[in-house]
């Protein structure tokens, strides 16, 4: 907190609970406890940066310290890319297991300018994300104030939301490294809240989750989607796929394919230009009926990518007995290349076998100019991360393109 006072940066104070912990205990024994929570803290200190900090406060409880941190947005990714490796699947005693974790997050100096305060915002945060079922994050914040019951006028908002389709998609582009052109966009979701803002999921998303309002927000988003591939194609950017994350409750719905395509015809959007993204823990969850879905709405033309590859219990026949053609290579293994030999390892790993099944591989989480010319020269095809942009509202779009073209020639005649 000096050092962030002192140069004018952003610390984070993340404080996490991992849910079902007791029971795990009770149902195996003390060494099975002991394993999930060396696993559980291995899994944790692969998601953070070599400037963060992480300690164990008790037996289900830790915390871990983001220093520097640009924005709100970056703390989000880096919480949920921890939740999403917290649940992925464990051996115990030759068992499969998943266990869920609570996260509470307080920024300084925003949340607290004092070390005791922050604390206890962190501490009431993740209080408050235990209240909602299912792994989840909650930021301190005054403005999405849950009370004693983990409910709050968030409730109605969101149901509100939903039925006047206040959500909204900015898009992330996905750059061809070979040619420097931009290859696709990653749709993720805004809440366009009439009195607070634009908001990001970090701030909604585990609500709409707990509410069961997923459903009818991932159509809509698979919506919109598809209206971003019409105009993508007025705007002669008809080589730009459009990709939606999609999860198991989304996917496991019974009507979604039908849903889908019903979408897709009444938009005269092109199937082959929407692309969904799937975790392996979606897949994990239900690996035979979600490769007849997939099977269905390939027939569609929309590809499928697997997202978080080589984070979670990753299973290599899924590679070859589902219909995938892209493999992303979570930001975890990028965010310090080319000075980490682990992750130099794993991602020539991912990046060789990639292309030895024909998949396209695509990088998150790209922040540097050294880490864009080590995915280059290691042939890796696509990139995407705040070093070429952020997510971006789509109409800002052709403006990206132009600038992007500019700075690409410069560079080349450089």
Not at 74 to 95: N, R
Not at 99 to 120: K, N, T
Not at 244 to 256: G, L
Not at 347 to 359: D, F
Request: with cysteine.
């Amino acid at each position: 907190m000096d050092r962030s006072k002192r140069y004018g940066f952003n610390t984070a104070l993340l404080y996490i609970n991992i849910d079902q912990f007791t029971s795990i205990n009770d149902h195996y024994d003390e060494s099975d406890g002991d394993v999930m929570i060396k696993t559980i803290s291995q899994r944790l200190v692969n998601k953070m940066r070599s400037t963060d900090s992480i300690a164990r406060l008790g037996g289900d409880e830790f915390a871990i310290v983001l220093e520097d941190v640009n924005s709100t947005a970056g703390v989000e990714l880096i919480t949920e890319e921890m939740l999403k490796s917290i649940s992925a699947p464990m051996l115990l005693s030759d068992q499969q297991v998943a266990v869920e974790a609570s996260i509470g997050v307080a920024i300084c100096p925003q949340d607290g300018g004092g070390f005791s305060d922050l604390v206890e915002h962190a501490r009431s945060a993740m209080q408050q994300a235990k209240c909602i079922e299912g792994g989840r994050f909650v930021r301190y914040s005054e403005k999405l104030a849950f009370d004693v019951g983990g409910n709050s006028s968030l409730t109605a908002e969101l149901r509100t939301a939903v039925r006047k389709n206040q959500f909204e998609l900015h898009y992330q582009p996905r750059i061809d490294l070979a040619s420097g052109h931009l290859a696709g966009l990653e749709a993720l979701l805004r809440w366009n809240h009439p009195k607070r803002g634009l908001l990001l999921p970090f701030d909604f998303m585990s609500a709409c989750e707990d509410m069961g309002l997923m459903k009818a927000i991932g159509y809509q988003v698979i919506q919109h989607a598809c209206n971003a591939q019409i105009w993508l194609e007025e705007q002669n950017m008809q080589h730009v796929d459009v990709a939606v994350n999609v999860s198991f409750s989304q996917i496991e719905d019974d009507p979604f394919v039908e849903i889908v395509k019903d979408i897709i015809v009444r938009s005269g959007a092109n199937g082959s230009k929407i692309e969904f993204e799937l975790t392996e823990s979606t897949i994990l969850q239900s690996s035979v009926e979600i490769k007849s879905r997939m099977n269905e709405l390939r027939e569609l033309g929309i590809s499928f990518s697997l997202d978080d590859f080589g984070t979670g219990f990753s299973q290599l026949n899924h590679l070859t007995e589902l219909p995938i053609s892209a493999l992303k290579i979570d930001a975890c293994f990028v965010r310090d290349l080319p000075h980490n030999e682990n992750q130099e390892a794993v991602c020539c790993m991912i990046i060789e076998m990639g292309r030895r099944l024909g998949l396209v591989v695509v990088a998150e989480g790209a922040e540097t100019h050294e880490q864009i010319q080590f995915l280059r020269d290691h042939h890796c095809h696509q990139v995407q991360g705040f070093y070429y942009s952020p997510a971006i509202p789509l109409q800002n779009l052709p403006r990206f393109v132009q600038e992007h073209g500019v700075l690409r020639r410069e560079q080349l005649l450089s």
